[in-house]
């Protein structure tokens, strides 16, 4: 559920009017709600309910400085990807014991600048980083809580650019050399095994996968401790979808991931960490349009608009599907026509949609990619020389510029010329 509804005809984030909010920032932008991301967390949280858990939100999805506060201030931990997530955390107020270090290539900087400013656990993904790390922090005097990130070998039955579970992943330690890991994170100084992860893809629309995993985990739990290791934190990562075509998807809900958790995990006594990105954000925003031109092509029409792949790409890259909506709600009884819907950028792949369903436009028209509020802004680029798109937040009937459209002038200033250049 979300709190994108149309009132009196015109599409509302919260009670404030998309048209209003169109009016004075201009298009394309970003519009996040409140209400559901703060929904979204709660439902989480009552989903471990009775387990001993926490949540890492995986900021990854959204890093917006304001969405980062509204979630730090419920409670939520970060799950952190990168130096700079790391420091946007902090700053968002989150302290170092709420922050999981994930990804693959963790630089020797990154590890020195978490260890001197605080982390909960690194979760650690090869051999040569638990070597890394067992250096950095031995030559700083401190010792890093770990866990390895295992690969299960599990498809998790999503777009192959986004599973991360399988073992041609380039994810997480093998199954086969986890005890031997394990091992070898136990002899190291400045390294304390605190327990272990997994996350196996993202978009999630089966628990099946997660289930398999999650057994996987805890036999190998057992097996760990048996070897003497005190497992006691297990982070089962993110990924449950969200419903990006409202029409006919129906991913599982929280709670029923919450219950694969139980049934797999939940005898072991171990704190559960949970690092979910897209559910919280995913649908807690939309991005708006408006229309340029509707052009009338040879067998079929574009409706050319003012966003394009540069600020949202999802579509390009993962042939990911958004639902378009017309900001002013169309009258009933109009028939929709299929079309297809494509921004300026000079390339044939910049395309949202093909041949979708939509009911008369033309040029001025506004519309809405719902499902937009995950991998939406973080992954906009200046390709182009389009600017940044604005992000707005919500709250009730209020509304704010959480990120201003740089200008023109910023943009130029950003580089800086070499001193053989004259200016
Ligand atoms: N934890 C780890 C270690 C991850 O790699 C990810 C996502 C998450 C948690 C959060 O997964 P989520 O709950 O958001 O599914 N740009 C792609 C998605 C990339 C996901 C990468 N890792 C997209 O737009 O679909």
Redesign the pocket.
């Known amino acids: 559920m979300d709190h994108f509804i149309y009132k009196n005809g015109v599409l509302h984030a919260e009670d404030v009017s998309v048209n209003e909010i169109a009016a004075k920032v201009g298009t394309p932008f970003y519009v996040y709600s409140t209400a559901t991301l703060t929904r979204h967390f709660t439902v989480f949280d009552q989903a471990l309910e009775g387990l001993d858990h926490k949540i890492f939100y995986?900021m990854?999805?959204n890093d917006n400085m304001a969405v980062l506060r509204i979630l730090a201030a419920m409670g939520a931990g970060m799950?952190v990807?990168s130096g700079g997530e790391y420091a946007k955390a902090r700053a968002a107020g989150v302290p170092g014991d709420m922050i999981v270090f994930?990804g693959v290539g963790k630089t020797e900087a990154e590890m020195r600048q978490v260890l001197e400013g605080g982390i909960r656990q690194f979760n650690v993904e090869s051999e040569p980083e638990l070597r890394r790390l067992s250096r950095v922090a031995t030559g700083m005097g401190k010792v890093a809580n770990i866990t390895l990130r295992v690969n299960p070998d599990v498809d998790a039955k999503t777009h192959a650019k986004?599973a991360?579970g399988r073992s041609e992943d380039k994810f997480g330690i093998p199954m086969s050399q986890a005890r031997a890991a394990y091992s070898e994170a136990a002899s190291l100084p400045g390294i304390e095994v605190v327990g272990i992860d997994v996350?196996i893809g993202?978009?999630l629309i089966d628990l099946a996968p997660y289930r398999q995993a999650f057994t996987k985990l805890a036999e190998l739990t057992e097996t760990l401790r048996a070897d003497g290791h005190d497992i006691r934190r297990l982070d089962l990562?993110?990924?449950?979808g969200i419903p990006y075509q409202r029409s006919n998807e129906a991913p599982p809900l929280p709670v029923e991931y919450g219950q694969v958790i139980r049934e797999t995990v939940g005898h072991l006594g171990c704190e559960i960490e949970i690092?979910?990105?897209?559910?919280i954000a995913g649908n807690a925003g939309i991005m708006v349009s408006e229309v340029i031109y509707l052009k009338h092509g040879e067998g079929r029409n574009f409706l050319i608009i003012d966003a394009a792949m540069n600020d949202l790409v999802?579509p390009a890259m993962?042939e990911?599907h958004h639902d378009i909506v017309p900001v002013v709600e169309p009258r009933i009884g109009v028939d929709p026509e299929p079309i297809d819907i494509v921004g300026p950028v000079c390339e044939s792949g910049d395309t949202f949609a093909k041949q979708r369903p939509m009911p008369p436009l033309d040029s001025g028209d506004l519309v809405a990619f719902r499902s937009a509020g995950?991998?939406g802004a973080v992954?906009a680029s200046e390709y182009n020389a389009r600017p940044l798109i604005p992000e707005v937040l919500v709250k009730g009937d209020q509304f704010a510029v959480v990120r201003p459209r740089p200008t023109y002038e910023e943009m130029i200033s950003r580089d800086t010329l070499p001193s053989w250049m004259e200016s």
């Open positions: 995986a990854k999805a799950d990807v994930s986004i991360t996350h993202s978009q990562g993110g990924g449950l690092e979910p990105g897209r559910l999802r993962y990911a995950a991998y992954m």
